[in-house]
């Protein structure tokens, strides 16, 4: 038996009360940025409804190359098609929010790190960039990073935010800066 099942069924149960939405920007007009981490999902945390954001999630919720490159797509997206129905100072908020006790946060020991890298066969260059040990310091890192990129228009924002796993709560760390 697939261990879709007992999801499937929930799925039925959503279908059941379902209505679908028009095609247009998300309601909140936020990105969020975030880490995989089953603890960390973001529709929980921030209690995001259907509509209300993009959310953007791989190891660590790093801003890649990947990442960047999607924002600025969906930025032209958004210019293109709800240009007039969002105030044009502000397209988007970006949010970046690293947490507390990340998986990634064992990259940062350079043996665990060449061990990881040897059995994965993923560079270790790119595992060292993944790693979050402290939260902190990597989100703001990540907001620098997307703020210097030309790939991003200027009316977007961007935000830096910490989410502690201990205590369910997230903490702005840089508030909204345009490019
Ligand atoms: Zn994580």
């Known amino acids: 038996m697939t261990r879709m099942a007992p ?63 999607d924002i600025a797509y969906l930025a032209y997206l958004a210019e293109q098609f709800f240009g007039g129905q969002v105030a044009d100072d502000r397209l988007f908020e970006v949010a970046v929010i690293h947490h507390t006790q990340c998986g990634t946060g064992l990259l940062a020991d350079p043996g665990f790190r060449h ?11 790119a595992l060292a960039a993944s790693a979050v040990a402290d939260p902190h ?24 935010h910490v989410y502690d796993v201990d205590t369910g709560r997230v903490t702005t760390i840089i508030d909204p800066r345009n490019p």
Do not use: W
Not at 30 to 43: E, N, Q, S
Not at 115 to 125: C, N, R
């Open 115 to 125: 061990q990881a890298a040897q059995m994965t066969g993923l560079p270790e260059a």
């Open 137 to 160: 310091a990597t989100v703001k890192a990540d907001v620098e990073r997307l703020l210097a990129s030309p790939l991003l228009p200027p009316q977007l924002a961007v935000s830096g």
């Open 7 to 69: 999801l499937l069924a929930r799925n039925e149960q959503f279908a059941a009360t379902y209505t679908p939405g028009p095609l247009g920007p998300p309601t909140q007009q936020m990105v969020i940025v975030t880490c995989l981490d089953h603890r960390v999902d973001p529709a929980i945390t921030l209690r995001l409804q259907l509509g209300d954001a993009f959310v953007i999630r791989n190891a660590a919720g790093r801003v890649t190359q990947a990442v960047v490159d």
